[in-house]
């Protein structure tokens, strides 16, 4: 069959601090397997592809402006092969719904006889709720898709029924959705039976030209995955439903291959790990920095998205950096070991600390990732993460970003908001908190201890204190920074953070005009 991958351009507000997307991983491995399977993929990756545009995002679903960051939905409909057989979509955020709303009806429009397929953390996540807000929607693969829509393409492409596939929600003509949800957590294929990403179908050259990387630029960068699942089960997060509580580990070497592949192919030479956690297990993460240093390439890579303290002792710091790892992120979450038990987060936060100092002195760049306003969080609570960041700030750590708890779809906090009647996917107000989640100042809070102004008066609080004895400590700190942002040279995720998102305000007073191949986002 011939087959489209779509990944939609992506709205955010006037100021958001975010970062903009990367390359899409899970398209390239679901794109991957399409093609190993005989069948002829087109990708579209409309966010990089239209890298310097930006127009309003015309609704009247939401009571603020928001902005269209990539190809709009008529350019990206346009660049679909005429003679496409399957479109699928991958549907990541919960916040870009509206959006993705209006790029599946202006599809069906241009094609009516394709079948439309939807994968993703957030299809996952309320598959009922997509089904029925937009119902030229066919099918959504639900979690890890590799194998699924292996399962669906082929028995669509001989006319089979599709009745017996696990792990996929549809419609019968009258009747309810049909969720066939049973495999949650055993997996068909072992992760190392998984094709690499086929990066060949995505535009390599522009997210090498945009300098684009989840992490911080250091180089032509891709992002990779060492491993599947997460074997914890924190109650913010979505991704037990989305992965499973399995952790499966890739062979070392075959990794490792995939990243000198493209080390040498595409002249790769930093790499995000997208690991839901990346390191658990001491042996495993010896022998991957072993193996990178044997092969001699002259690489960097960082871990973006947060892992866990209790593997990284001296050692394991010491080979990581040797190795290549300059950035790493640490996800505590909450400085209030009452708020780590009552999300069910198993951390240890002197063993942290300590996991920190060891990172800082072999010489990597650490952020930490914060959550405040969790529905039971207390003022106190608040102020144990306080001094936890001021904790942190002495033992090493160059960055922190407080994020203001948002209930996302799949989580087990937002099962028990949605049980309490306090948020509801269908309430346009709901939407709206979720949208406006990365602003400066965000929208609603659901916390039942503080009003929604001491919430975000502490996420201000938790800037104020953690870069403030930041720069105290090390008076350095201060002017590299300053010197980060004027060189263009960034060396923390922050720093990138913060380029990025001046850039964006810049982008949406141009309106709908693009602005000039010359200027890269990064900066």
């Known amino acids: ?151 669906l393409v082929s028995s669509l492409a001989q006319n089979e029924p599709v009745d017996g596939i696990l792990r996929l929600a549809y419609r019968k003509e009258q009747q309810p959705v049909v969720n066939n949800n049973e495999r949650r957590i055993k997996r068909v294929q072992q992760v190392n039976d998984i094709p690499w990403p086929a990066w060949d179908l995505f535009p390599l050259e522009k997210y090498f030209q945009y300098k684009v990387s989840y992490g911080v630029y250091r180089g032509n960068s891709l992002p990779v995955m060492a491993s599947r699942g997460c074997p914890y089960d924190c109650t913010f997060c979505s991704s037990p439903q989305m992965w499973g509580k399995k952790y499966s580990l890739r062979d070392v070497k075959d990794f490792v291959d995939e990243m ?158 949605a049980q309490e009647g306090r948020v509801d996917l269908y309430d346009g107000k709901y939407m709206m908190a979720i949208v406006s989640s990365h602003d400066l100042w965000p929208g609603d809070t659901y916390n039942d201890k503080m009003s929604p102004t001491a919430v975000k008066i502490y996420s201000i609080l938790m800037f104020v204190f953690f870069y403030g004895s930041n720069f105290l400590f090390r008076p350095t700190r201060f002017y590299k920074l300053v010197r980060n942002l004027v060189t263009r040279q960034y060396e923390s995720r922050a720093e990138s953070v913060l380029a990025q998102t001046f850039t964006k305000l810049r982008l949406s007073k141009h309106g709908s005009a693009p602005l000039k191949e010359s200027q890269p986002l990064t900066g």
Request: aromatic letters at 12%; charged letters at 25%.
């Open 260 to 417: 000198e592949y493209y080390y040498k192919k595409y002249n790769v030479v930093s790499f995000d790990f997208f690991d839901l956690t990346a390191i658990i297990y001491k042996d495993w993460i010896v022998k991957l920095c072993d193996e990178i240093m044997r092969r001699d390439m002259q690489i960097t890579y960082q871990i973006p998205a947060g892992t866990r303290a209790e593997a990284i002792d001296h050692e394991v710091a010491q080979k990581l950096y040797q190795s290549g790892c300059k950035n790493i992120t640490y996800a505590p979450e909450s400085g209030s070991p009452r708020v780590l038990k009552a999300i069910k987060k198993r951390v240890k936060l002197p063993d942290m600390l300590e996991s920190i100092r060891h990172s800082y002195r072999v010489g990597m760049n650490i952020k930490l990732n914060i959550i405040v306003g969790f529905p039971d969080e207390t003022h106190l609570d608040v102020w144990k993460t306080l001094w936890f960041l001021v904790q942190s700030s002495w033992y090493g750590a160059h960055d922190m970003y407080p994020g203001v708890f948002s209930p996302y779809p799949g989580s087990a906090l937002y099962d028990r908001l």
């Open 1 to 151: 069959m011939k087959i489209c991958i779509i990944r939609p351009a992506v709205i955010h507000r006037e100021v958001a601090f975010s970062h903009m997307p990367s390359a899409p991983l899970g398209p390239a491995y679901i794109a991957a397997m399409l093609r190993a399977d005989g069948h002829e993929v087109q990708a579209i990756d409309a966010a990089v592809e239209g890298f310097h545009d930006v127009e309003k995002f015309q609704t009247d679903k939401l009571g603020f402006d928001t902005y269209v960051f990539g190809l709009n939905i008529e350019r990206t409909i346009s660049r679909i092969d005429p003679h496409t057989d399957v479109i699928c979509f991958s549907f990541m955020y919960t916040n870009n719904w509206y959006y993705d709303q209006e790029l599946l009806i202006a599809a069906r429009q241009r094609f009516p006889h394709a079948v439309f397929i939807a994968g993703g953390e957030h299809v996952t996540a309320a598959p009922d709720f997509c089904l029925d807000t937009a119902p030229e929607l066919d099918y959504i693969v639900l979690g890890e898709g590799e194998s699924t829509i292996s399962e």
